[in-house]
Nanobody, 121 residues
């Protein structure tokens, strides 16, 4: 059906930067929304950033001014540029998409497996 794969995570020092990538593939008419969530043990999954088809973006307050979400529509990809990283940003980052299918034009949602970001000195 649809596959969602993240990449770009790793270990960085506080103040450093990382760029995460999300690649979507499969059969669908369009991708309506792409978003990045993050999750740490014993905490709720948190919406970090989202971007809709028209290009409107939203961010959780804790990352505003530091993170930027973007899309490459031709490649069905989304990115999360993370600057000025803090230890509190350490988490598994997951890509989430909403697609419109070819058969009925219905919407469906999919999750990637995640990529680990660790911020530590």
């Amino acid at each position: 059906q649809v596959q969602v794969v993240e990449s770009g995570g790793g270990l960085v020092q506080p103040g450093g930067s990382l760029r995460l990538s999300c690649a979507a593939s499969g059969n669908f008419r369009s991708i309506e929304t792409m978003a990045w969530y993050r999750q740490v043990p014993a905490k709720e999954r948190e919406l970090v950033a989202s971007i809709i088809g028209g290009g409107t973006t939203n961010y959780v307050d804790s990352v505003k001014g530091r993170f930027t979400i973007s899309r490459d529509y031709a490649k069905n990809m989304a990115y999360l540029q993370m600057n000025s990283l803090k230890t509190e940003d350490t988490a598994l980052y997951l890509c989430y998409i909403i697609i419109r299918d070819l058969s009925w034009g219905s919407t469906w949602q999919y999750w990637g497996q995640g990529t680990q970001v660790t911020v530590s000195s």
